[in-house]
């Protein structure tokens, strides 16, 4: 194992490929406004949804190197793709060798771990993207905490442009919106809760909410993984030290800083700086 010095402390690192980490950035700070971060979008290489499992976990080791450059001893992966299919490599055979005393997280495991108190019927949906629908990451997720619980997964490949391209409130998006949920209940009638596996669907929420039957829940992630991070911090006092408090936010893109700043205002409520950064393509 590599020796590395000690560093201090940082802003706690948030990583998405696109935008819709920006939905778990906000909820976070919400929660936790006293600790400074940094936001990084690999926004030139986005989608990761439809890539190879080696290609998003190469992109991900990537940015989260670029990362702990930066300072951040604590990283969040804010992208259920990466979650889904580079987190558990870059636990098991990166940090070892990068540095120990790191940590990467994800936000699949937070939002599963909630669905046991919310489910009565113990059938769950999971609307999500290509790549995360296909790993599987959710229903093995699920069935490793609650092995009672049925699952069933719906693509929605549409969803994510909808949102992109700012057409989330239009009359067109609602088509779509109800396509999948339709095909989502004909799985399995008796769900009586979805989870938005996708950091951009809270986005699409009055739509979703629309279309979705009576009385079924709706688990979007942003609150679930902000409290968690709230309590892996209050677990782990030695990580809580490492991460500087100063309630600032910094944002980096692999795209240029205009589009990101324009797309940006989608997600956020308030005027942002950017700066453009280059990971190793």
């Known amino acids: 194992m590599r020796q590395t010095l000690p560093t201090p402390p940082g802003p706690i690192g948030i990583f998405d490929s696109g935008y819709g980490g920006l939905t778990i950035l906000s909820k976070i700070r919400e ?31 990537q940015a989260v190197s ?23 490599t870059i636990q098991m055979n990166d940090l070892p060798h990068l540095d120990a005393t790191r940590r990467v997280l994800g936000v699949i495991r937070p939002t599963v771990e909630c669905i046991g108190k919310i489910t009565l019927s113990r059938h ?3 609307l999500a993207t290509s790549g995360t629908t296909r790993s599987k990451s959710y229903p093995l997720e699920v069935h490793k905490l609650f092995p009672d619980i049925k699952v069933s997964s719906q693509e929605c490949p549409l969803w994510v442009p909808l949102v992109e391209n700012n057409e989330a409130h239009s009359d067109g998006a609602d088509y779509f919106v109800r396509k999948y949920i339709d ?27 629309k279309y979705v039957p009576q009385g079924v829940r709706i688990v979007a992630q942003g609150e679930y993984v902000a409290h968690s991070l709230k309590e892996y911090l209050n677990r782990h ?13 910094m944002y ?30």
């Open 183 to 209: 095909q989502l209940m004909q799985q399995d009638p008796q769900i009586d809760t979805i989870v938005l596996g996708c950091t951009h669907y809270p986005l699409l929420m009055p739509k979703i909410e």
């Open 124 to 126: 769950i949906g999971i």
């Open 237 to 249: 006092p030695e990580m809580d030290r490492k991460c500087t408090r100063g309630g600032r936010c």
């Open 31 to 61: 929660i936790l406004p006293q600790y400074d971060y940094i936001y990084l979008g690999d926004n030139a290489r986005t989608p990761y949804g439809t890539r190879s499992y080696e290609v998003v976990y190469e992109f991900t080791l």
């Open 252 to 281: 980096r893109t692999t795209e240029a800083e205009e589009k990101f700043t324009e797309s940006a205002s989608t997600f956020l409520k308030e005027p942002i700086r950017v700066e453009r950064i280059s990971l190793d393509f």
């Open 66 to 88: 670029k990362l702990f450059e930066m300072g951040c001893h604590l990283v969040i992966l804010a992208c259920n793709t990466a979650s889904a299919k580079a987190l558990r």
